[in-house]
């Protein structure tokens, strides 16, 4: 179960990642004319670089990553269509709240990356289950799963952090003050506070849970005392004096196995697949047919 929610998050990365530079590629398509071919991206002294060359190196690096993740988009639609496989709005949603405490993206749009999210994981789920539609997994076994991993579906709650790091407690209580007469809580984030990761994000440290260490526990304290909005006093931790705001929160969630039951079969099945889950398997079947030649499929 962990592996899997580990695999969505690097597969929704290098997915998104994908998106982004298909886009660049696709501007050689939708602009002729060598002004296009010519325009200068960047200069180097008296060298230049043109759109062109650029758009070039990121086909010749990775043209053949985003064609073969576009294929295998397309591949899993036909082959759902085919076999008449639908996965639920509901076991995209509980994936989806998994990997929001998981991996928090700030500086993207929300309702973007959410739909990009939503996007891939109904696609991962899809997969899974054309991958194992022949597989057989009793009921007996699928209750045993449950039962022997209780814990993996027993969600806690989660609380969205922004944090604000000074080194002393006088400019603490700067921070205080200037929060007190409307200052903006990322702006002086981004202009005070000590920890440049979260800085650069506005203080945003996406979620936290009970037994995480990446936070001092003093976080997860004062969360559970603040309302969505507002900001605690300051903390004393390792690198100073830490001010920290509730941005919102996600109430814990304890799955019966009736609402994973599905989610346990692909489980199963897939620990019990012989040959790797990929979706090249179903490239004959669909008749793909690529610039660099089925061959290289993987």
């Not at 060359?53 to 294929?71: A, C, F, H, Q, T």
Request: glycine content about 4%; some cysteine.
């Amino acid at each position: 179960m962990r592996r899997k929610q580990l695999w969505i998050v690097i597969a929704a990365l290098i997915f998104i990642n994908c998106l982004t530079i298909a886009f660049f590629l696709s501007k050689m398509n939708e602009v002729t004319g060598s002004g296009f071919n010519e325009e200068v991206v960047a200069t180097v002294g008296k060298s230049n670089i043109s759109r062109q060359e650029w758009l070039n190196e990121l086909e010749s690096r990775y043209g053949k990553d985003v064609l073969k993740d576009m294929i295998d988009q397309k591949v899993i639609k036909e082959m759902a269509a085919k076999y008449k496989i639908k996965v639920s709005n509901e076991d995209v949603e509980r994936e989806y709240r998994i990997l929001q405490t998981t991996y928090s993206s700030p500086s993207e749009n929300k309702k973007t990356t959410e739909k990009k999210w939503k996007e891939h994981i109904r696609n991962s789920l899809l997969q899974e289950e054309i991958l194992t539609r022949d597989v057989k997994v009793s009921e007996k076994e699928m209750q045993a799963y449950y039962e022997a991993n209780k814990e993996l579906f027993n969600i806690p709650a989660a609380y969205h952090l922004s944090h604000i790091i000074v080194k002393s407690s006088e400019e603490a209580e700067k921070a205080m003050k200037e929060l007190s007469q409307g200052s903006s809580f990322s702006a002086l984030a981004m202009e005070r506070s000590i920890e440049e990761f979260s800085a650069n994000e506005g203080g945003d440290i996406g979620y936290l849970m009970e037994g995480e260490e990446r936070y001092p526990s003093e976080y997860l304290q004062a969360a559970k005392k603040l309302k969505e909005g507002t900001w605690s006093d300051p903390i004393k931790v390792e690198l100073g004096f830490a001010i920290v705001k509730l941005e919102g929160k996600m109430k814990g969630e304890k799955y019966s196995f009736k609402d994973v039951k599905q989610q346990i079969r692909r489980e199963i099945a897939l620990e019990q697949m012989k040959t790797s889950a990929s979706t090249t398997t179903f490239w004959e079947e669909a008749k793909v047919d690529w610039f660099y030649g089925n061959k290289d499929a993987n």
